[in-house]
């Protein structure tokens, strides 16, 4: 049996190992293949082209990459197309997987697509697109698999993979640590390091007795984050964002997958959203949801402060943050301890119950 699968980003690359992991424990004969990340491959994945070649963020930073995205895209389908796996799996990244998904389904590939792009949020017309691309869509979030109903798409809510390995932290003891999560992409990590240093220095003078560490990915921007930190007293690591949550009393956090990593283990945030002024230009007259961050979408309402933009600047961050650490979060604790029970489904096993069935079909 041979499973194609495609993941472009951090946060697909981490979900996706899990999935791997799930399916090998299934079944140790499996052949798993694609574009994989560095998670993948320690999962058991065969990494035929590494995601790191496309991991991208805004639209001016897709423009540039645009023509080795399309070349890579037709290079994977021709392979698939002729290899004929049992299935393919496009991980989140919808942009770039459904041409995949489409143009394999039309040769008689079975198509899912793991993890819904936020159709519901914004550009809600590329459902038929979804319909055109995917079998089936596995959904993260309840909510989700209502909206595709309206639309006659099969999907199916599995839960969300990071609740089974992340748990809520009992017994917290506040040490004023702070973490520092300023995104996977390049683009994003540039644009927003510089404002959440700018709050490190406004929050130590406020308050002396404050730990700062800095979580990156991986090391691929180390030394320019090493001199844009300089003399800033930040702890800088990599690669071990979930230990650092175990610790930390608050996270200044980029919009994204680590927001909820951070509500399924129980931390206080300020989540931060920065694009490039034409990036955000764009996307701005685009998206439709009230909120942008998982935990606030999720309970449809502002739990956690979202800085957007212009918002996203240091002084502002340092104040929200500063509000969050001298005030009692236990009431924000116990609706992040309700959102990880809704979504603790034991997901990548029960993802991989239903690919295998999926193919049985």
Request: aromatic share 8%.
């Amino acid at each position: 049996m041979r499973i194609a699968i495609s993941a472009t980003e951090a946060s697909g690359d981490l979900i996706a190992s899990k999935l791997v992991k799930s399916l090998r424990k299934q079944n140790s004969n499996i052949i798993i293949e694609g574009l994989a990340g560095d998670k993948m491959f320690a999962a058991g994945c065969i990494q035929d082209w590494d995601q790191r070649q496309v991991n991208v963020m805004g639209f001016s930073e897709i423009l540039k990459k645009l023509p080795f995205l399309f070349i890579l895209r037709k290079r994977i389908i021709a392979y698939f197309s002729s290899q004929k796996p049992d299935v393919f799996i496009g991980v989140d990244a919808p942009d770039f997987n459904f041409v995949i998904e489409r143009k394999l389904k039309s040769k008689g590939i079975r198509t899912i697509h793991f993890i819904s792009p936020s159709v519901w949020a914004w550009r809600q017309s590329r459902v038929k697109k979804i319909k055109q691309s995917t079998d089936l869509v596995l959904c993260l979030f309840p909510f989700e698999v209502d909206f595709y109903q309206k639309y006659n798409q099969r999907a199916l809510f599995i839960g969300h993979p990071l609740a089974q390995s992340l748990r809520p932290r009992k017994s917290h003891i506040e040490t004023k640590n702070i973490l520092l999560m300023p995104g996977s992409r390049q683009s994003e990590i540039k644009l927003l390091l510089p404002e959440i240093l700018l709050a490190v220095e406004i929050m130590s003078l406020q308050d002396r007795m404050l730990t700062f560490n800095l979580v990156l990915v991986n090391d691929e921007l180390l030394d320019w984050v090493t001199i844009q930190v300089g003399n800033i007293p930040v702890e800088i690591s990599f690669d071990d964002a979930h230990t650092r949550m175990l610790r930390a009393d608050l996270a200044l956090v980029a919009s994204g997958t680590a927001a909820l990593e951070l509500t399924l283990v129980g931390v206080p945030m300020v989540v931060i959203y920065k694009l490039s002024r034409f990036s955000y230009f764009i996307a701005s007259r685009l998206v439709k949801s009230k909120y942008i961050s998982l935990p606030n979408i999720i309970v449809n309402k502002n739990l956690v402060p979202e800085l957007i933009q212009n918002s996203a600047n240091g002084d502002n961050i340092a104040k929200h943050a500063m509000i969050i650490m001298n005030r009692d979060n236990k009431s924000l604790i116990k609706e992040f301890n309700v959102i990880h029970q809704q979504l603790d489904l034991n997901a990548s096993d029960e993802s991989a119950r239903i690919i295998y069935e999926f193919i049985n079909e």
